[in-house]
């Protein structure tokens, strides 16, 4: 990681309320804008820190994910970004911890578990960057080892049409429906929480996750008025759609 000025906590009173604040005006504007539907809200755990495992199809996808709980989540963003120490607090407080992407970031890693272990749950994309279309693609492993390493659960998430409302080389937002299904929680088995987790375990939660997100996201494509051509070349008429 770049050696930047910057901070993750985000814990005093000033942050909390400023999140609060920023998450009534983002969450407010993207339900409505997107006239968003969301289901299974029911599966959050409403104490304690927990991974939730969306698909992603939009930078959308993350304000979206910040939608589902009025809890504070956090989420990885660029290292980069903290260089001005102002603009650092405002996304530290947002929620916001800093990465540097291109690389194994091992201290990345190592803040987003502390940041479970504190009790705060973490947002984490299992497919690793945007991808498109209706199949969910091979899942990296940071997010089932850091859930395993902190011994927390997974939620995951199917997130409908927001390929739509921004596709990968829009400017813009369009006023597309959105249709968010949350799942049940994947509960970490074996010996979680330990020095070293074992390949074994990462194997099959990731697994049983894959299978998870690709249904709840066929779940979550039901309703918002469109879908992918079947042979999966969708680029061109997402947009245009």
């Known amino acids: 990681m770049t050696r930047v000025d910057s901070f993750v906590v985000g814990h005093s009173v000033a942050s909390r309320v400023f999140y609060r604040f920023g998450r009534f005006i983002v969450s407010g ?4 804008y997107t006239r968003m539907s969301i289901t299974g809200r029911e599966h959050l755990p409403k104490t304690g820190p927990y991974v939730l495992a969306p698909v992603h199809r939009s930078y959308i996808d993350t ?44 201290e990345a890693m190592l803040r987003a578990i502390s940041v479970l272990k504190a009790g705060e749950p ?3 994309f299992p497919e690793g960057e945007r991808k498109s279309g209706p199949i969910v693609q ?76 690709q249904r709840l996201f066929d779940l979550s494509m039901v309703g918002v008025g469109w879908s992918y051509p079947l042979d999966g070349e969708q680029s061109s008429s997402v947009q245009d759609q």
């Open 29 to 32: 504007g993207t339900r409505v």
């Open 63 to 106: 304000p979206i994910a910040g939608c589902v709980t009025r809890r504070r989540l956090r989420f990885l963003g660029k290292d980069s970004m903290w260089k001005k120490r102002w603009f650092g607090w405002v996304l530290s407080s947002l929620g916001a911890i800093p990465v540097t992407r291109g690389t194994a970031d091992r």
């Open 122 to 124: 973490l947002v984490l």
């Open 138 to 213: 091979p899942l990296f492993d940071g997010a089932v080892y850091v859930a395993l390493k902190a011994g927390v659960p997974i939620v995951p998430v199917g997130i409908g049409g927001s390929e739509r409302v921004m596709p990968k080389s829009a400017k813009f937002l369009y006023p597309r429906k959105v249709r968010v299904v949350i799942g049940e929680p994947i509960m970490p088995v074996g010996d979680t929480g330990s020095s070293r987790v074992l390949r074994s375990a990462i194997t099959s939660h990731s697994e049983r996750l894959h299978s998870e997100l």
